[in-house]
């Protein structure tokens, strides 16, 4: 138990020293095993040379535990060499690999050695007769397994969030000291007994006694090749299973989600099916007259049952949209069910991996006493192929041959295992070898025929947009790809090395940008929060020269940082190289920005990466995932902040994104006090859906006249326009708090923190409440004047300017709420009022049209989406809308003219010229249609779109 604990603290606090890419990880879990597998191969044989095995066990509890007190100090220490030693090589450097995993390799070999050496000397100690050895080792290791899933569980429901990462870690030393002490006392009662000594085998003088008819087979006496063979598939098996648990957390990930509860389900349900499996083999291991043979019958099976579930994990998305959709109101029945999920579909693997090693030991041991040294040799292969498992697959097969056929590679792992050894194991038969090979061939050939997963349906981010892929009474016969495609079209999909990432256009005339199937960027709804995370800064700071921007995305924001003549250097983190792939995509609302000269790409982990840098900046702007995503809430503590506060110039400006839909008050307040308690000078700014928390060193003061002067520069007010904002006015409407009532409104909350990350275990439980109406009803009472932060103040029109967009802001944040209350009339008087005095508010001209609709007032929605179009000319969605009202009044001429504006804006959205192809059909313009329906199938080829577009031509 205290071991996977610590394996998840030390993982988790090892991240923030070296970072949390996909590297940094793979190498601290392979430190990790490396060191385990050292300390069961050397105490293995040190087992069969003590004579008092339970003692040597208690000091290697002791010493496990007395070190991991000292491991808060060591990490510590770790911290400050990591830093020194990054800033005294040059940047990506391949010594500073090198040295990084020394430095892990020093810290945790010493703990992880004792760890590996406690399994053998228990079972050097347990079993005490070579009859009861299968069962011995299987009892020990279905032990020690629950153990584990009892720490993966503890840690990642339990201890960090109610205690923190620090007293987590000495509550788990605490424990380990406890059990050598008490071994020790054990032992010392224990000693001189003759029922502790050691039995070795030997014929018996008088017939054994009959324990309920079971017969107990005697050690067979295998050839060394056998055993050799028994020992390599074992430890082969080990990489396979590590290669199995990192490809099936991948693809659960886009089905169950990721957040840390959703990886402890994971983790821990394939670690209780290991359990279950050593237990079952306890039972019968010990009676079986031929332990080769079920070692072969077992990864046999363990390949086939891989075989047989590839295709079942590419349908639970559609499997698991109903349970999502009704159970999100109950975060923990829903987190039982997917736990429940998670076990059955791991069942059958996991159980045989388990019942694989009590077995392997029966075969490999020769006798008695010898039996530490082979537990020891066992385990210590298979725990060096779980350390290469996960850097196999992660760096060679996944990004070259996909999960899904890295997991039927895993599957011939095992089935190559279990016939290397039946062809070597004693056959009395020769023929059953050209049999059981050809068998297995067809197994395997019959396996490579499983059609490939549909990325439209594993990228659905059924998690949580399961309320939108319900079916209702009209849809109950669709399924969740037709949804899908019904509105939208793949452009992008890779499989990256730390996440799922694609890009899809909408039928509305949006591209969004997904990791794991949820949206994190888009040029439509999240446009107006990407622009301002940019421009806002930079607007604010009087000459900004350099900026750090921390996460990609779409590329909009640093976008919209380029768009300054002052700025020199632009620093983008991002950590998943894909990322980068997909951002492609967004050239154009993106300004070609991955293409300026002034950028300096750094493609690692943010946190690892500001921590260890040296550079100081004008402007940094943040704009991570959710803090819910597992990983990323280390962004938005306390320490995080504190190393921004480092990296900032003393006259810099920082932008710090944080949504509060899908988010509590009280999280909310979190995040916002966390902020503030490193930037005191703090003050709130309002997106419709999202919030921007801009911090500096000293007081905020807006200098009106600068800031008016900035937004002539022709590229950043045409940027700026195409959020709806036109002038300064327009960006001083969305402020929201002054820094004393930021203060006042996040007063008394909790602070997030490394060794408190409260958010990662909080937020998750507030996924699926909206959380709008709330959030912006406990905000309203600390909204702020803007006006005691303004100077030069130029314009005597000026007050009344901003005075009408604080009205409309005003009107907006009501209407969100209305809206979110279902009072569509109420909310579409208070969006109306909001739009006297803002007509260009993109959010409240949608409201406003979808208010329309649903009340039927079909000509006030035509009326209102031609004033949107003359508020707003360039943003193309406004065009399609009107287009479809026009199509559904059968006005083809108008809707395809609509269709057309819209098409020079967003030229290469293959729904637009279907849909005015369409049209063009309905005014028997069929050369125009054609052509129309060519383009379509041009932008998106091998689509559902482009084949119902076949069938229409």
């Known amino acids: 138990m ?84 990054f800033q005294q090589l040059p940047e990506g450097h391949a010594s500073l690999t090198l040295i990084r995993i020394i430095l892990c390799f020093l810290v945790l070999l010493f703990p992880t050695t004792l760890m590996g050496g406690t399994l053998p000397v228990i079972a050097k100690s347990y079993v005490r007769s070579e009859r009861a050895l299968g069962s011995g080792v299987g009892i020990l290791y279905f032990i020690n397994t629950l153990g584990a899933v009892l720490g993966s569980f503890l840690a990642g429901f339990a201890l960090i969030p109610l205690i923190g990462v620090l007293a987590a870690t ?36 008088s017939p054994p006694m009959k324990v309920k008819e079971r017969k107990i087979q005697e050690l067979a006496p295998y050839s060394r090749t056998l055993r050799l ?29 990721n957040s840390v509860y959703a990886f402890s389900l994971m983790l821990t349900a394939f670690l209780l099916g290991i359990a279950v499996g050593s237990s079952i083999a306890a039972k019968f291991i010990d009676r079986s007259k031929n332990p080769w043979r079920d070692f072969v019958l077992i990864e046999a099976f363990i390949g086939i049952s891989v075989i047989v579930l590839n295709p079942v994990l590419g349908q639970l998305p559609s499997l698991l949209v109903g349970v999502f959709s009704s159970l999100q109101e109950n975060f923990w029945a829903l987190q039982t069910v997917l736990f429940l999920l998670s076990f059955l579909i791991m069942l059958v693997p996991t159980t045989l991996m388990g019942a694989a090693f009590p077995i392997a030991a029966r075969i490999y041991t020769q006798d008695i006493k010898h039996l530490g040294t082979s537990v020891g040799r066992l385990y210590a292969g298979n725990t060096l192929g779980c350390m290469l498992g996960p850097l196999f697959t992660g760096f060679v097969i996944i990004p070259l041959i996909g999960i899904q056929r890295s997991i039927f590679l895993v599957a011939l792992i095992y089935l190559a295992i279990a016939g290397a050894v039946f062809l070597l194991g004693p056959i009395r038969r020769p023929k059953f070898k050209g049999l059981a090979t050809g068998a297995l061939v067809i197994i395997a050939v019959v396996g490579s025929l499983v059609p490939t997963w549909d990325p439209v349906v594993l990228n659905s981010g059924v998690y ?177 902040f504190e190393l921004y506060r480092q990296r900032l110039s003393p006259d810099g400006i920082i932008a710090q994104w944080i949504h509060y839909y899908s988010m509590s008050p009280q999280d909310l307040k979190t995040v916002i006090a966390t902020f503030t308690s490193v930037f005191p000078h703090a003050t709130l700014w309002w997106t419709y859906y999202d919030l921007l928390l801009i911090g500096s060193q000293q007081e905020l003061r807006i200098d009106l006249q600068a800031l008016t002067a900035k937004l002539q520069q022709e590229e950043v007010r045409v940027d700026l326009e195409r959020g709806g904002i036109k002038d300064s006015y327009g960006v001083l409407g969305h402020f929201l708090m002054e820094e004393q009532s930021v203060r006042s409104y996040s007063a008394g909350a909790p602070l997030h923190t490394d060794n408190h990350p409260i958010l990662e275990f909080s937020a998750p ?189």
């Open 2 to 85: 205290a071991s996977l604990i610590y394996q998840v603290l030390w993982v988790r606090q090892l991240g923030l020293v070296f970072g949390n890419t996909l590297y940094s990880v793979s190498t601290v879990l392979a430190v990790f095993m490396a060191g385990l597998a050292l300390g069961s191969y050397l105490f293995g044989r040190l087992a069969d040379r003590t004579s008092n095995p339970l003692r040597l066990f208690a000091l290697l509890e002791v010493g496990i535990g007395l070190y991991v007190l000292t491991i808060p100090l060591i990490f510590r220490g770790l911290m400050a060499l990591q830093v020194f030693f």
């Open 170 to 205: 000495l509550l788990a030393a605490t424990v380990d000291l406890a059990i050598g002490v008490g071994f020790f006392i054990l032992q010392r009662r224990l000693a001189g007994q003759e029922e502790f000594r050691v039995v070795q085998a030997a014929k018996p003088t």
């Open 229 to 257: 063979a028994v020992l390599g598939g074992f430890s082969l098996a080990g990489l396979a299973s590590l290669s199995l648990e990192v490809s099936w957390t991948r693809v659960l990930t886009l089905v169950l989600g």
């Open 464 to 640: 949580i947009y399961a309320s939108d892929y319900a079916p209702s009474d009209e849809t109950t016969s669709i399924s969740l790809r037709e949804v899908i495609t019904s509105s939208s079209y793949i452009l992008f999909h890779k499989e990256g090395r730390q996440a799922t990432v694609s890009v899809s256009d909408y039928i509305g005339g949006g591209r969004a940008l997904q990791i794991d199937g949820k949206v994190d960027a888009s040029n439509y709804n999240d446009l107006c929060t990407e622009l301002l995370l940019g421009h806002l800064p930079m607007l604010l700071h009087p000459e900004p020269k350099t900026a750090l921007i921390v996460g990609l995305g779409s590329g909009i924001t640093l976008g919209a940082v380029t768009r300054y003549a002052s700025l020199e250097k632009v620093v983008t983190v991002e950590i998943e190289p894909a990322v980068l792939e997909a951002a492609a995509y967004f050239a154009r609302d993106n300004n070609n920005a991955l293409d300026d000269s002034r950028l300096r790409m750094k493609v690692t982990d943010a946190r690892n990466y500001i921590l260890a840098s040296t550079e100081q900046y004008d402007v940094i702007t943040a704009e991570p995932s959710n803090p819910w995503v597992s990983g990323s809430s280390v962004l938005f503590t306390r320490e995080h």
């Open 765 to 953: 439980k507030n996924l699926y409440k909206t959380g709008v109406g709330a959030n912006l009803e406990s905000m309203k009472p600390y909204i702020g004047s803007i006006f005691p932060l303004l100077i030069n103040v130029a314009d005597p029109q000026a007050e009344s300017k901003i005075q009408q967009y604080v009205q409309a802001r005003n009107n907006s944040i009501q209407a969100l709420i209305l809206w979110e209350q279902l009072d569509i009339e109420k909310a579409l008087a208070e969006t109306e009022a909001a739009l006297v005095n803002n007509p260009s508010n993109i959010f409240m001209c949608e409201i406003r049209l979808e208010a329309l609709l649903f009340f039927r007032q079909t000509q006030r929605a035509i009326d209102s989406m031609v004033e949107s179009i003359n508020a707003i000319p360039s943003y193309a969605p406004f065009y399609i809308k009107l287009g479809d009202i026009y199509a559904g009044l059968k006005q083809y001429n108008k809707a395809a003219e609509l269709f057309g504006e819209a098409l020079k804006f967003i030229p290469d959205n293959a729904f637009i010229y279907y849909r005015r192809g369409l049209t063009y059909l309905q005014l028997n313009n069929y050369a125009q249609a054609i052509a129309d329906f060519q383009k379509c199938i041009e932008l998106a080829p091998d689509t559902d779109l482009a084949r119902q577009v076949q069938i229409l031509m």
